[in-house]
């Protein structure tokens, strides 16, 4: 009873390889030469992607861009060589391309929200509302560029955090955009009794001594307003975003003190209490 049994599955065992030898033997060639095809496939993809990127940084086109545009070349390169490894093996692609098809439907309609974030992704790409290294401020959230990614963007705030926030909440969105810099306004106020040109001057003069205010955009210093304690006046100027708090704190501090030695006070609201016996 064993040996028949025995007998069968070794005769299964050579069927089995009789198919895989007769398979190699068919197929060996048509499976070597489409992964050689494959292979040179990836070459040419990362070379034609690499001879995209520096040609695009030869004349200075944003890095994001750059990496964009390199990487679809690199990706419809490896399209084409699939499809074209994929014929050589005798696989009709065309029901592949149907069910990719159909699968990316019921994947677009669960994974809105990331497609929303890719599609807003390619259009700050293309449109460029910003490049890396730029200062941006969009729904009260404001930091360097670091990366922009087809999913998010990540900035970066004086204190070294990372912030990262999807593409979708950007277009579409009020952005500011103030390059490298970053504006500080700044208002005190001072006695009617007290020259206003003169605290003005004293102003001006901190600021032109400051080295890292932004001096290609004139900082500006004048009366903003008058009220019930005096005149109020109005302190604006540009400072790296990297350094924002710093320079702002030591130029606060060196307002006050030139202040101080002109012997100008700031007023400060009192308020008279009458008690009647």
């Known amino acids: 009873m064993n040996e028949p049994s025995l007998d069968q599955e070794l005769q299964q065992l050579q069927n089995v390889y009789s198919v895989i030898t007769e398979f190699v033997v068919e197929y060996s060639f048509q499976i070597a030469g489409a992964l050689i095809i494959f292979l040179l496939g990836l070459w040419v993809a990362n070379k034609a992607a690499n001879i995209v990127a520096a040609q695009l940084k030869k004349h200075n086109i944003d890095i994001t861009l750059s990496n964009f545009a390199s990487n679809l070349i690199k990706i419809i390169i490896i399209v084409m060589v699939v499809v074209i490894c994929l014929g050589k093996l005798g696989i009709s692609v065309t029901p592949m391309v149907a069910a ?103 102003v001006n003069d901190v600021l032109a001594a400051a080295p890292a205010i932004y001096k290609d955009k004139k900082p500006l210093v004048g009366i903003n307003g008058f009220n019930s304690i005096g005149m109020e006046i109005g302190v604006r100027y540009w400072v790296p975003t990297t350094s924002y708090f710093e320079e702002k704190y030591q130029t606060n501090l060196a307002i006050i003190k030139a202040l101080t030695a002109a012997n100008i006070t700031i007023p400060c609201p009192v308020k008279e209490i009458h008690l009647q016996h």
């Open 100 to 202: 990719i098809g159909a699968a990316s439907l019921g994947a677009g309609l669960a994974l809105q929200g990331m497609l929303s974030n890719y599609a807003a992704g390619i259009t700050i790409i293309v449109t460029r509302p910003f490049v890396v290294g730029n200062t941006i401020e969009v729904k009260d959230v404001s930091g360097v560029v670091e990366v922009i990614k087809l999913g998010q963007t990540i900035l970066t705030n004086e204190e070294g955090e990372q912030i990262s926030i999807p593409n979708k909440h950007i277009v579409g969105e009020i952005l500011h955009n103030s390059f490298a810099y970053k504006l500080v306004e700044n208002k005190f106020n001072i006695d009617y009794q007290t020259d206003a040109d003169h605290v003005i001057q004293l």
